[in-house]
Nanobody
Framework: QVQLVESGGGLVQPGGSLRLSCAAS????????MSWYRQAPGKQRELVAL???????NYPDSVRGRFTISRDNSKNTVYLQMNSLKPEDTAVYYC??????????WGQGIQVIVSS
């Protein structure tokens, strides 16, 4: 059974930084894309960062230049470095892995609160 576990969330002041991690366990196979999504109260879940197996990265304008995604294939782990955090970054953050077989796996979500 594949399980994704996120860590690194919490409360941070505006302008601060956090680093999220998401590690997969179980027989997940080769992973094509690793990504991070977030969902704020009353809003739809949105993509905040994606990295392919070849290292191509995509970010929406709202986080580009502040967030950096990276992956460690040997550990089946993806990271999200979040800098210059803003109150509007407050949300539950989810990681998602998509395997080369086309299966999607989601983490359980981790809270990030940006507030003074």
């Amino acid at each position: 059974q594949v399980q994704l576990v996120e860590s690194g969330g919490g409360l941070v002041q505006p302008g601060g930084s956090l680093r999220l991690s998401c590690a997969a366990s179980g027989n997940i196979g080769r992973i094509y894309t690793m990504s991070w999504y977030r969902q704020a109260p009353g809003k739809q879940r949105e993509l905040v960062a994606l990295i392919t197996s070849g290292g191509t990265k995509n970010y929406p304008d709202s986080v580009r230049g502040r967030f950096t995604i990276s992956r460690d294939n040997s550990k089946n782990t993806v990271y999200l470095q979040m800098n210059s955090l803003k109150p509007e970054d407050t949300a539950v953050y989810y990681c998602k892995f998509t395997s080369f077989m086309g299966s999607d796996y989601w983490g359980q979500g981790i809270q990030v609160i940006v507030s003074s």
